[in-house]
């Protein structure tokens, strides 16, 4: 049995974030490495077009690795509390790492975004419900 929670991150935060997340993509070091990556495609002799996938396909996986981050940021704390109140440490860090990876966050017409964890008992459910 699994339970959901939905929890929203409001949207001004969620529009902090995305313009972090756009400086912090062209800017400083991300746009030196960048600059080195296109380099040595160059010199590899890669078509332009599989240039462009590479490093669009990187920015997506970095954007979504800072999206956990904020996920991290807003909810683990609730979900640190709710987990460690029903298991041994072990176990609940593998579970904590789980319910920030795993959860599903859909961005609403208000920049908002419900971000919806699957908890694997309800008490567990119950505890971060309370705890935010």
């Given at each position: 049995m699994?339970?959901?929670v939905q929890k929203t991150?409001?949207?001004e935060r969620m529009r902090q974030f995305h313009q972090m997340v756009d400086r912090w993509l062209q800017e400083g070091p991300i746009r030196l490495a960048t600059s080195a990556t296109i380099t040595a495609m160059d010199n590899a002799e890669i078509p332009k077009a599989e240039?462009?996938?590479i490093i669009e396909d990187r920015d997506i996986i970095m954007k979504h690795n800072m999206r956990l981050g904020l996920v991290s940021e807003m909810f683990a704390p609730a979900i640190e509390k709710a987990v460690k109140s029903s298991r041994p440490e072990s176990e609940a860090q593998?579970?904590?790492a789980r319910l920030i990876v795993t959860a599903i966050g859909i961005r609403q017409d208000d920049d908002s975004e419900v971000v919806t964890f699957t908890f694997a008992t309800?008490?567990?459910a119950d505890v971060f419900e309370a705890s935010i």
């Open positions: 699994s339970i959901t991150i409001p949207a240039q462009e996938a593998d579970e904590i309800q008490s567990e």
